[in-house]
């Protein structure tokens, strides 16, 4: 079955400190990949996502991720992070039509990021 | 609109009361999902609807029965609910199902508890 890890569980980082998330996924087909953010009491909201093409992919709030799809990774790199990234961070897949998995966004266990100011 | 409306916010009921969860969208999307998020959790995946029909049933007990009366509107209709179901309850949707490239829209979510 498809799979989505997420290797760190939580991290505590200080403003302007770089940071990356580690993603990778089980699945060897045609994949979406997705990084979506959930700050504290509110809704996912979608920080980037990948489907095709350059595998640099640039998203909202200075994030960025790159897909590696020999290691079937898709790691969230920000340069420099803020208090106001503190949040939970989803990495999510799913996978193209022909799969016995279509329809299905699969979510990683998450990654909370806690910044200290 | 670009939207994802889910009523209640928040919502308590008993363990032998019967609520629905409601969900609508206006974006033209013809698939539709239903999630729960527990605490520090991420989402799970309960039903999938595509261009009104149940496809997917992640083996949701039988007391949470979806139902997609049109196209734009989603049901979850709750009954007999243990305390444990207590959560998040997120609803999505994506313009295909079989084309995840499209992305998805999540709604802010029903925060069920049950006592």
């Known amino acids: 079955a498809q799979s989505v890890s997420q290797h760190n569980h939580h991290v505590i980082l200080s403003e302007a400190a770089s940071l990356e998330l580690g993603c990778n996924y089980s699945y060897g087909g045609t994949v979406n990949l997705f990084w979506y953010v959930q700050y504290p009491g509110q809704h996912l909201q979608l920080l980037l996502k990948y489907f095709s093409g350059d595998p640099l992919v640039k998203g909202i709030k200075g994030f960025e991720a790159e897909f590696i799809k020999s290691k079937f990774s898709f790691n969230l790199r920000k340069p420099s992070v803020q208090w106001s990234d503190t949040a939970e961070y989803f990495c999510a897949v799913t996978s193209e039509r022909g799969s016995s998995n279509t329809g299905k966004l699969i979510f990683g266990q998450g990654t909370t990021l806690q910044v200290k100011p | 609109d670009t939207e994802v409306t889910q009523t209640p916010k928040h919502l308590v009921m008993g363990m032998t009361n019967k609520k629905s969860l409601k969900c609508e969208q206006h974006?033209?999307?013809?698939?539709m999902y239903w999630y729960k998020q527990k605490a520090k959790k991420p989402p799970e995946l309960m039903f999938v609807?595509?261009?009104?029909?149940?496809?997917i049933n992640e083996s949701v007990p039988s007391r949470f029965s979806p139902e997609c009366p049109n196209s734009s509107l989603l049901n979850l209709h709750l009954h007999a609910l243990q305390p444990e179901d207590s959560a998040l309850y997120l609803c999505?949707?994506?313009?295909?199902?079989?084309?995840?490239?499209?992305?998805?829209?999540f709604g802010s979510g029903t925060r069920l508890t049950v006592v």
């Open positions: 974006m033209g999307h013809r698939a």
């Open positions: 609807y595509s261009y009104e029909k149940l496809s």
């Open positions: 999505a949707s994506s313009q295909d199902r079989d084309r995840g490239s499209y992305g998805y829209t």
